[in-house]
């Protein structure tokens, strides 16, 4: 069975620190795809990123980066000089091996991270 | 890009009453579509996959009867929550087209 584990239920920090949402997963396959979003208290989820269990490069888009690593079966994600707007809930997710053909997603949600940042 | 339209954002029902879901794909043909539960501070759990044409599959302890989904079409799901109770207040959201794309999300209160 997979598994999202989110250790931090909360953190809070003040604005322009930097801070580090920890992800870490299980799964037998191995093919597989992991996801981070965003929830803001409006409750859409936002997409932030997708990684393909192929591609250990991390990935840097803006003050948002990534780092995967397989060995220890982590995915996490700073922000870098945070700001208010980036107050939310972050989810990690995790998708089982897409079925021959398949091109849809049946996502695994980690329990998610509340980010508080302070002005 | 793809986009996936929910509606409505935000219902208040009398228990007993059903109500229904929509969940569309605005630019893309969905022959499957996910239904995921958020209750309050938690995280989002599947309920059921949507086939279009074809019955859902429901995730274990899931009550069909009491969450009817519907795929008639290659661009639309409904997920109807039949004599809705207090305890069915929740967040309901849909992804389609590659799974990972997610409608508005619609919040239910049953009084």
């Known amino acids: 069975a997979q598994k999202v584990t989110q250790a931090q239920t909360e953190i809070s920090v003040v604005e322009k620190e930097d801070v580090t949402l920890d992800c870490v997963y299980e799964?037998?396959?191995?093919?597989?795809?992991l996801f981070w979003y965003k929830q803001p208290p409006s409750g859409e989820l936002v997409f932030l990123i997708r990684?393909?269990?192929?591609?250990?490069q991390n990935e840097i888009s803006g003050r948002y980066s990534w780092n995967f690593q397989k060995s220890t079966s982590s995915f996490n994600f700073t922000i870098t000089a945070s700001q208010v707007v980036d107050s939310a809930v972050y989810f990690c997710a995790l998708s089982e091996a897409r079925s021959s053909g398949g091109s849809n997603y049946k996502l695994t949600f980690g329990k998610g991270t509340l980010l508080t940042v302070n002005p | 890009g793809a986009v996936v339209s929910q509606h409505p954002s935000w219902v208040i029902c009398k228990s007993g009453t059903s109500v229904k879901i929509e969940c569309r794909s605005l630019d893309f043909q969905a022959t499957t579509m996910f239904w995921y539960r958020q209750f309050p501070k938690q995280s989002l759990m599947l309920m059921a996959t949507s086939n279009e044409g074809s019955k859902a599959t429901y995730e274990q302890g899931v009550e069909k009867d009491k969450f009817l989904i519907n795929h008639a079409s290659l661009t639309l799901s409904t997920l109807t929550v039949t004599s809705a109770h207090p305890e069915d207040s929740s967040f309901y959201i849909c992804s389609a087209i590659d799974g990972y794309t997610f409608g508005s999300g619609t919040r239910l209160t049953v009084v």
């Open positions: 799964t037998r396959d191995t093919t597989y795809y």
């Open positions: 990684r393909n269990s192929f591609d250990e």
